[in-house]
T-cell receptor, first 115, second 113 residues
Framework: NAGVMQNPRHLVRRRGQEARLRCSPV?????VYWYRQLPEEGLKFMVY????????ESGMPKERFSAEFPKEGPSILRIQQVVRGDSAAYFC?????????????FGSGTRLTVV | TQLLEQSPQFLSIQEGENLTVYCNSS?????LQWYRQEPGEGPVLLVT?????EVKKLKRLTFQFGDARKDSSLHITAAQPGDTGLYLC?????????????FGTGTRLTVIP
């Protein structure tokens, strides 16, 4: 499978727990982007990472949210002490080159439900 | 305030009809992209338009980039049920210097057999 792989597809967490969302980009892609989509809303940018570096995290809440893209392994979006408002679909995308002029390949998303 | 406004927000048409959806902004873009998203899946890139006034065709889909590079349209000829989905335009506005894509509000299209 040459696409972006996200897991889990569905994640249920109780308020106060931690959520870890994983994303394996297309092989050879070194640029990873995370987006959040609320019901009936568009995609909102959260963070842009390259291998081992956070390039732009302007869309990510300052507290409870963090992201990483280690040298080896998938990119991880971590949400600590989840609240009901964190319930959303989280999408990861990758691209082969830097810059928004190049198309992104998206994964199928992780649907987080906080109960 | 949305950077990219799409209209209409919802569109329901009969199979075989033609339709046009719009993506507008007050900002200038070096390129705009169109994606289609189906329920439960991530967006899939349809096309990237890069030159002001450019027209690109993808089978029954025609994409146009405005001369001023601030807007784009998507025209579908003889719509089919398989065209049903959420159509999203996306781009990075020049003025922000951002390198990440901003997405429009989306047009949710339903084609009735």
């Amino acid at each position: 499978n040459a696409g972006v792989m996200q897991n889990p597809r569905h994640l249920v967490r109780r308020r106060g727990q931690e959520a870890r969302l994983r994303c394996s980009p297309v092989k050879g892609h070194s640029h990873v982007y995370w987006y959040r989509q609320l019901p009936e809303e568009g995609l909102k940018f959260m963070v842009y990472l390259q291998k081992e570096n956070i390039i732009d995290e302007s869309g990510m809440p300052k507290e409870r949210f963090s992201a990483e893209f280690p040298k080896e392994g998938p990119s991880i979006l971590r949400i600590q002490q989840v609240v009901r408002g964190d319930s959303a679909a989280y999408f990861c995308a990758s691209s082969p080159r830097h810059g928004a002029d190049y198309g992104y390949t998206f994964g199928s998303g992780t649907r987080l439900t906080v109960v | 305030t949305q950077l990219l406004e799409q209209s209409p927000q919802f569109l329901s048409i009969q199979e075989g009809e033609n339709l046009t959806v719009y993506c507008n902004s007050s900002s200038v873009f070096s390129s705009l992209q169109w994606y289609r998203q189906e329920p439960g899946e991530g967006p899939v890139l349809l096309v990237t338009v890069v030159t002001g006034g450019e027209v690109k065709k993808l089978k029954r889909l025609t994409f146009q980039f405005g001369d001023a590079r601030k807007d784009s349209s998507l025209h579908i000829t003889a719509a089919q049920p398989g065209d049903t989905g959420l159509y999203l335009c996306a781009g990075a506005p020049r003025e922000t210097g951002a390198n990440n894509l901003f997405f429009g509000t989306g047009t949710r299209l339903t084609v009735i057999p």
